[in-house]
């Protein structure tokens, strides 16, 4: 199993990104998939995801109504659409999934099997 993430790079404030996680080895449409956050000297954080069993996304509230979580089974892929960006946002992003976790865990990253590599966002001033 292999999440692989890209995206990431330098952007001012108010720009925007688009982040993306491809799978290898499993089938997102089984699984849980989040996207994760961790600023230097900082807990890693959740910022969105969607559930395994009818698609529902979730997001942080530091990110609700900036970013948008999409899904594309055909390509086995997920991404972070990042708008609106702010300093604040500055952090490597992980993507992360899971066959097995249930709802109300869906923002715990320690319920997630399967990382991808991180990608590095830095929003400046």
């Known amino acids: 199993v292999q999440l692989q993430a890209s995206g990431g790079g330098l952007v001012q404030a108010g720009g925007s990104l688009r982040l993306s996680c491809a799978a290898s080895?499993?089938?997102?449409?089984?699984?849980?998939v989040a996207w994760f956050r961790q600023a230097p000297g900082k807990e890693r954080e959740f910022v969105s995801s969607?559930?395994?069993?009818?698609?529902?996304?979730y997001y942080a509230d530091s990110v609700k109504g900036r970013f948008t979580f999409s899904r594309d089974n055909a390509k086995n892929t997920v991404y972070l659409q990042m708008n609106s960006l702010k300093p604040e946002d500055t952090a490597v992003y992980y993507c992360a999934a899971d066959s097995s976790l249930i709802l109300s865990s869906i923002r715990d990253y320690v319920q997630y099997d399967y990382w991808g590599q991180g990608t590095q966002v830095t929003v400046s001033s």
């Open positions: 080895g499993l089938t997102f449409s089984s699984y849980s």
């Open positions: 969607i559930f395994r069993r009818g698609g529902q996304t």
